[in-house]
Nanobody, 124 residues
Framework: QVQLVESGGGLVQAGGSLRLSCTAS????????VGWFRQAPGKEREFVAA????????PYADSVKGRFTIFRGNARNTVFLQMGSLKPEDKAVYYC?????????????????WGQGTQVTVSS
């Protein structure tokens, strides 16, 4: 059974930082892509960042480029999202997801497995 467990969300002041983590278990594929998405109240789920198995490809949404960094831990089944210079508009539930099917995609519909989400709140 595939499980994705996120942690690290919380309340932070604007300009602050948070690090989210996503740990995957139960995956038999060794070449899966991990993506981070977020969903704010009343809005659609949107792409934030993704990383290939090798870590060599890491696209970002324009809204977070230069502020967020996605990377894999030494235990390659854990992926982190380091978020800096946070803004109130970054407030959302953040989800990690896994795509086992092929090349890196930015569309949430291409991802096969999802975590439960972690809330990030940024106060102004």
């Amino acid at each position: 059974q595939v499980q994705l467990v996120e942690s690290g969300g919380g309340l932070v002041q604007a300009g602050g930082s948070l690090r989210l983590s996503c740990t995957a278990s139960g995956l038999t594929s060794r070449t899966y892509v991990v993506g981070w998405f977020r969903q704010a109240p009343g809005k659609e789920r949107e792409f934030v960042a993704a990383i290939t198995w090798s870590g060599s490809i890491t696209p970002y949404a324009d809204s977070v480029k230069g502020r967020f960094t996605i990377f894999r831990g030494n235990a390659r089944n854990t992926v982190f999202l380091q978020m800096g210079s946070l803004k109130p508009e970054d407030k959302a539930v953040y989800y990690c997801a896994v795509d086992i099917s092929g090349p890196l995609q930015l569309d949430a519909r291409d991802y096969n497995y999802w975590g439960q989400g972690t809330q990030v709140t940024v106060s102004s």
